[in-house]
């Protein structure tokens, strides 16, 4: 078993899964990078463990490379165990709908695949030596969205996850050369702040009859992360209660 420090960087702490993933690392000793537009809860000040919070624009290109840069420079010489891609946004119309194929403005579409598409591709090719030095592992949160028609997810994310599907793969074959790992998690419905009353419709689509948690979703990203999965990479590892099977 190595002694060396292990260092996490993930997007979107604050909230949600994210937090969640943010908990589940720290609890194993982890050391923790991470960045959102919000500053870390004050609760959250508190763990030893969460070393640093940058508060970053996704949204901004040359916020991204701001972030790349100082996480970049507290990474250290052991090099970054892993970059967990978590952030990402789902915009409704000014009619409090999702954004699909006909309706809403095409800008939107763009903003929502720069962040939920072009991100972790820049931030994957950011952290690419840190990971390289680390022998790391990339996970990068995609959705049941990305592979079935979901009712509420909107085409602007739906095909957006849909992409970092396929990135995954792709940056599974270029990144082995560097002795890095990557991998994604699809999440079904997940009881998050994100979720409607809408949702509970879809309650009886799910075998396991329930939504998932936050922690449970964590706990899947933790896996992939860990030394137990060294030998697997490309794979898409569906926390859904069974929905991606219907």
Known sequence: MTNKLRTLILTGASRGIGHATVRRFSEAGWRIITCSRENVPAECQLDPNWAHHIPTDLNDQDSVQSFIETANGL???????????????????PYNERLGCLNGDEYAWREVFELNFFVPLALCRGFGAALH??????????????????????????????????????????????????????????????????????????????????????????????????YVTGTELFVTGGQHLL
């Open 75 to 93: 990474i250290g010489e052991d090099g970054l165990s892993a970059l967990v891609n978590n952030a990402a946004v789902s915009p409704k119309t």
């Open 133 to 230: 030095r680390g022998k790391g592992a990339v996970v990068n949160i995609t959705s049941i969205a990305g592979h079935i028609s979901h009712p509420f997810a909107g085409s602007a994310y739906s095909v957006s996850k849909a992409a970092l599907s396929a990135l995954t793969r792709e940056l599974a074959v270029e990144f082995a050369e560097l002795d890095v790992r990557v991998n994604a998690v699809a999440p079904g419905e997940i009881e998050t702040e994100m979720i409607g009353p809408e949702y509970e419709s879809l309650i009886p689509r799910i075998p396991l009859n329930r939504m998932g948690s936050s922690a449970e979703v964590a706990g899947a990203v933790f896996q992939l992360c860990n030394e137990d999965f060294g």
